[in-house]
């Protein structure tokens, strides 16, 4: 059988990497021929994809429902086997199988079509991805992962070519301000395993529990460093509430309760993924900063 490359999919891999982004693509039914055939998988049902990986509903040689994923190995997505393997399904999907050479995973079988971007209520969606991303982050790191200690001195080493970037003192001010923020914290960046990408499509529904997360990039660190995915994923229904400010504190003081952590430093540490963003924002060239993150970073004076 050849698989379809979906048209979305093989256009987010060549705005994100061009020529290699387009290689990938075309070799991708290749790829997933070998796995079906390696892993003794049969297709079972239309493939799914994110902006990043291919998702094939699969069935394997005894009769379980899995899914195959086949993603590019990047530095993000390179610990996510080992990420998956250190939960073994404690909030998280099950790792079925993995080949590191080209980042692809069977994995246990969710319900691709329900996530928590379905569930109406924001405010419920976000308790249970909370509960999650608790159970998640009582993990502690596995020897080896990427470390937001590095990350959070990569971030400082970049601030002044980004500042030298942007010419309105308004971007100046809040980048520098979530640098400091980032100054004070890195010398304590926490030994947690993170998820890092934990929004509402990254939570789906399942049989084994009712909901479970799926696609890490993990990294060891602070759980503070991971509550941005759900501040300003659904970010429309914060706006309709008219109070921006005050919908970004009511999440963020939701997640800081449900997973016990000190208000001030995950603060800290969520201006930190606004830094992050920021930073990426002034290395691919654009000149102004987006409103929303400097809404959250707003709003967040409160907490900092
Ligand atoms: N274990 C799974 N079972 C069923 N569907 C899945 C599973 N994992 C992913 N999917 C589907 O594939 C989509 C993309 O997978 P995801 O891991 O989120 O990759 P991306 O990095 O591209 O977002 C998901 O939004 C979901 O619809
Ligand atoms: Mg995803």
């Keep these: ?40 998988l049969r297709p079972d049902g239309e493939p799914r994809h994110g902006i990043v990986a291919l998702v094939l509903p699969v069935v394997r040689a005894d009769g379980t429902r899995a ?11 390179a610990d996510e086997a080992l990420g998956l393997r250190t939960w073994a399904g ?10 590191p050479a080209t980042g692809t995973m069977l994995l246990e079988r969710l319900d691709g079509g329900r996530s928590l971007s379905a569930v109406p209520d924001v405010i419920e969606a976000l308790e249970i991805l909370t509960g999650l991303l608790r159970r998640l982050t009582a993990h502690p790191a596995p020897e080896g992962m990427r470390h937001l200690g590095d990350i959070a001195r990569g971030m400082l080493d ?16 809040w980048l520098r301000h979530c640098a400091s923020a980032v100054a004070e914290l890195a010398d304590e960046p926490g030994d947690r395993l993170l998820h890092w990408d934990l929004h509402y499509d990254n939570v789906l529904a399942a ?9 890490p990039k993990p990294l060891a660190g602070d759980p503070g460093f991971d ?5 300003w ?9 008219g109070d921006v400010p005050r919908a970004v504190l009511l999440r963020f003081d939701c997640m800081v ?6 208000r001030r430093r995950a603060a800290g540490w969520t201006l930190g993924r606004v830094l992050q963003n920021f930073l990426w924002a002034t290395e691919d060239g654009e000149e102004e900063l987006s409103e929303i993150l400097l809404a959250i970073a707003e709003a967040l004076r409160a907490r900092w």
């Design 1 to 40: 059988m050849r698989i379809k490359v979906p048209e979305a999919l093989a256009a987010s891999h060549l705005e994100y990497a061009d020529d290699a982004g387009a290689a990938w693509t075309d070799a991708l039914p290749a790829l997933a021929e070998r796995y079906l055939d390696e892993w003794d």
């Design 67 to 77: 899914a195959l994923k086949l993603q590019p190995v990047t530095e993000e997505t």
């Design 90 to 99: 404690d909030g998280s999907v099950l790792l079925l199988e993995a080949d």
């Design 158 to 173: 970049g601030v002044d070519a980004a500042l030298a970037g942007l010419p309105r003192e308004r971007d100046r001010h």
């Design 207 to 215: 049989g084994r529990e009712p909901w479970l997360a799926i696609d």
């Design 227 to 231: 509550l941005m995915p759900a501040l």
């Design 233 to 241: 994923n659904r970010w429309e229904e914060a706006v309709a509430t």
């Design 257 to 262: 309760d449900g997973l016990g952590l000190d």
